[in-house]
């Protein structure tokens, strides 16, 4: 897995667990579940808890919701300059693609710190109208994005883009929607390929480059659904078998647990590391020591 990054064959995902200083889904969700009084028992269901939220407290408005967590989570957000954060490792890897479902903007400020000039975009899944930012999404590149100008591409959203996050019930299934139809379209245009939930570039690199997730919780309904969304859209014959994904060792403790993580991974062809963040971190920084 470190080779693959390191060599500068792989396709990072990177998930909440790797944004310091950012609290995880699960916070938020406890955090707004008491500051709502949310009623239900699943309190650390982000998607549910924002879903009442934007209902009960919004009177239906998700984007006025969004954009005041943009405000006052996120845009008050910082990369850490220590190096041996993850950012920063990935950023000294030449990788031409970074994919992440968090909102923040770590990945792309850390690989200006490190010498890059990179683009981002976001997944439009977002229905066009009054609240369609198209003039804030930036363009595609227009040539294949390299190793000194690479894309961050945030799947669900950005949040300079507010309304582009995917943040409630609703969302996830209006982005979900959006994928299966994509999938059924052929012989996409170049302003089809703007309208998609994943332009391209991104499909043809899934399809024949390792995949690593990075930062992801198997208890967040995030990691599954964007597995099953975006590498069960590509055809069998055309996607890589070479998927990792780091764990965090302490759930291995249990046997049963280990076991049930292990068969249902195993079936979806995904190779599991039993490492914290932290020692992937330093065994990603000894591979990288010995290019130096």
């Known amino acids: 897995m470190v080779d693959s990054v390191a060599d500068k064959v792989c396709v990072p995902f990177l998930g909440a667990g790797v944004s310091q200083g950012l609290p995880t889904g699960t916070a938020l969700a406890k955090d707004w579940a008491e500051r709502i009084r949310y009623p239900y028992p699943d309190v650390d269901n982000l998607a549910g808890v924002m879903q009442y939220a934007v209902v009960m407290e919004f009177q239906h408005d998700a984007n006025r919701l969004k954009r ?12 850490t300059t220590d190096q041996l954060d993850i950012h920063h490792l990935l950023a000294r890897c030449d990788l031409p693609l970074y994919l992440t479902t968090n909102y923040d903007g770590f990945m792309v ?5 490190n010498g890059k000039s990179p683009s981002w975009n976001v997944s439009p899944w977002y229905s066009s109208g009054v609240d369609d930012d198209d003039e804030r999404r930036p363009p595609l590149p227009e040539r294949e994005p390299t190793s000194q100008q690479p894309l961050v591409f945030h799947i669900h959203g950005r949040y300079t883009i507010p309304h582009s996050m995917v943040l409630t019930e609703d969302d996830y299934i209006d982005f979900h929607v959006k994928h299966v139809r994509d999938g059924m379209r ?14 391209s570039y ?22 599954w659904t964007l597995f099953k969304s975006v590498m069960l859209g590509l055809h069998d014959g055309q996607r890589s078998t070479h998927v990792c994904l780091q764990l965090d060792p302490a759930i291995r403790r249990k046997a049963s647990v280990r076991d049930y993580l292990e068969r249902r991974l195993g079936r979806q062809q995904i190779q ?13 920084e000894e591979r990288l020591a010995e290019e130096r």
Request: net charge positive.
């Open 272 to 284: 599991i590391f039993w490492m914290s963040l932290e020692q992937f971190t330093t065994k990603l």
């Open 68 to 79: 005041e967590l943009a405000r006052t989570v996120f845009a008050q957000a910082a990369l």
């Open 202 to 223: 991104v499909r043809a690199r899934l399809r024949r480059a390792p995949l690593l997730f990075v930062g992801y919780s198997l208890r967040d309904s995030t990691f």
């Open 186 to 199: 052929k012989g996409l245009t170049p302003a089809d390929d703007r309208s998609s939930i994943i332009p």
């Open 109 to 113: 400020e850390a690989l200006r710190r």
